[in-house]
T-cell receptor, first 116, second 108 residues
Framework: KAGVTQTPRYLIKTRGQQVTLSCSPI?????VSWYQQTPGQGLQFLFE???????NKGNFPGRFSGRQFSNSRSEMNVSTLELGDSALYLC???????????????FGAGSRLTVL | DAKTTQPNSMESNEEEPVHLPCNHS???????IHWYRQLPSQGPEYVIH???SNVNNRMASLAIAEDRKSSTLILHRATLRDAAVYYC?????????FGTGTSLTVIP
């Protein structure tokens, strides 16, 4: 079956612009989570969506937002881009809707954002 | 919010076993211990997970301490393709707390 698909794979923006990244989860997966990966901070959790509702949110400013559609596809948006937003943005999906138990994540290849 | 501690880097000779340690002293009773690895230019991939008992799968083994405050990922025979950053993670509900990971170098 198809894996997690993220688009675009690479993009370059300038400070002050906004960006929208897309994630298509594995068919049947209802949970989508987003992570930011930078050399200095490693992998940091942004937010997680399930059935179009944000269930968890990491410690990021309000410029970072997301949403999930009825087909489980998800988008994240970053407004008023800053140089420090340059990073690899990773999306992961999982099937489980339970709040406990072992959730196995399947990651996409990521969207690499460069802010100039 | 990282709740795990791992060595920054480790080296192993090819075809030898590798033991990757992880400390998670603040683990709660319902936290699962997961291991993922990330190869260059790829997203992380699932390796193994467990709750209390040791676990084995085709990729690796997971040894969990009796008090659950530490665990060890065991690669039985390291290959060059196992060179990656290995993350030990606690799964709390729907959140995964990634640490900084261990960069494994496999020496031919």
């Amino acid at each position: 079956k198809a894996g997690v698909t993220q688009t675009p794979r690479y993009l370059i923006k300038t400070r002050g612009q906004q960006v929208t990244l897309s994630c298509s989860p594995i068919s049947g997966h209802r949970s989508v989570s987003w992570y930011q990966q930078t050399p200095g901070q490693g992998l940091q959790f942004l937010f997680e969506y399930f059935s179009e509702t944000q269930r968890n949110k990491g410690n990021f400013p309000g410029r970072f937002s997301g949403r999930q559609f009825s087909n489980s596809r998800s988008e994240m948006n970053v407004s008023t881009l800053e140089l420090g937003d340059s990073a690899l943005y990773l999306c992961a999906s999982s099937w489980t809707g339970t709040s406990s138990g072992a959730n196995v994540l399947t990651f996409g290849a990521g969207s690499r954002l460069t802010v100039l | 919010d990282a709740k795990t501690t791992q060595p920054n880097s480790m080296e192993s000779n090819e075809e030898e076993p590798v033991h990757l340690p992880c400390n998670h002293s603040t683990i709660s009773g319902t936290d699962y211990i997961h291991w993922y690895r990330q190869l260059p230019s790829q997203g992380p991939e699932y390796v193994i997970h467990g709750l209390t008992s040791n676990v084995n799968n085709r990729m690796a083994s997971l040894a969990i301490a009796e008090d659950r405050k530490s665990s060890t990922l065991i690669l039985h025979r390291a290959t060059l393709r196992d060179a990656a950053v290995y993350y030990c993670i606690l799964n709390t509900g729907n959140q995964f707390y990634f640490g900084t990971g261990t960069s494994l170098t496999v020496i031919p």
